[in-house]
């Protein structure tokens, strides 16, 4: 079936580099792509790759490997605002049609 | 503000009543995408509607049905509710019809509770 994984948690202090790893299981891959959701808000797109390599937006940037199945959400000089969690997303088209699969996301603590 | 509005922000009803969940998608956008979020968990996506058509479809029960009107607007329909289906349900748009760079853009959401 498809399925996607992220680690449940992460921390990290104000001004550090994380990176929020994605792996997917899918057969039919449209792209993966990243969303941000502070408690009580809705998500907010941040970045979408649909072939390999980096896409950089600001202070975010995200990396597909589709041979390897992985992706990642790379944050640098993390801001407490950047407190909140943190989807991967696939727009899986298998059966001759399409759905879009969330992960369970990655709640972001940063420290000050 | 993403310029997706949903009505109600909130909606308490008893098991075995029925609910309809409406949402406006941004101006021009033509895909409606709806979301179920329990607690503490991701989103489970439940239907997409591309100019009227339904276009995508997820794990969405039998009891719940979707429609997009010629306004382009939606609607959510939860039947025989069940204490499970307690959640935030989220409605997206989007200006394409998905196979684009797949932004959408989510409206802030209705919170069901089912007593």
């Known amino acids: 079936g498809q399925s996607l994984e992220q680690p449940s948690e992460v921390t990290a202090v104000e001004g550090a580099i994380v990176q929020i790893n994605c792996t997917y299981q899918t057969s039919g891959f449209y792209g993966l792509s990243w969303y941000q959701q502070h408690d009580g808000g809705a998500p907010t797109f941040l970045s979408y790759?649909?072939?390999?390599g980096l896409e950089e937006t600001g202070r975010f940037s995200s990396f597909l490997s589709r041979s390897d199945s992985y992706g990642y959400l790379l944050l640098q000089e993390l801001q407490m605002k950047d407190s909140a969690s943190y989807f991967c997303?696939?727009?899986?088209?298998?059966?001759?049609?399409?759905?879009?699969?969330f992960g369970t996301g990655t709640r972001l603590k940063v420290l000050a | 503000d993403s310029g997706v509005t949903q009505t109600p922000k909130h909606l308490i009803t008893a098991t075995g009543q029925r609910v309809t969940l409406r949402c406006s998608p941004r101006?021009?956008?033509?895909?409606v995408y709806w979301y179920q979020q329990s607690l503490d968990q991701g989103l489970q996506f439940l239907i997409q509607?591309?100019?009227?058509?339904?276009?995508a479809k997820g794990n969405i029960l039998e009891r719940f049905s979707a429609q997009q009107f010629p306004d382009l607007h939606s609607e959510l329909n939860l039947s025989s509710l069940e204490l499970g289906d307690s959640a935030l349900y989220f409605c997206?748009?989007?200006?394409?019809?998905?196979?684009?760079?797949?932004?959408?853009?989510f409206g802030p959401g209705t919170r069901l509770t089912v007593l």
């Open positions: 790759n649909a072939l390999d």
């Open positions: 101006s021009g956008d033509l895909s």
């Open positions: 997303a696939v727009r899986d088209g298998t059966s001759g049609t399409y759905k879009y699969i």
């Open positions: 997206a748009s989007s200006g394409t019809s998905g196979s684009e760079n797949n932004e959408q853009f």
């Open positions: 509607y591309y100019n009227g058509e339904e276009r």
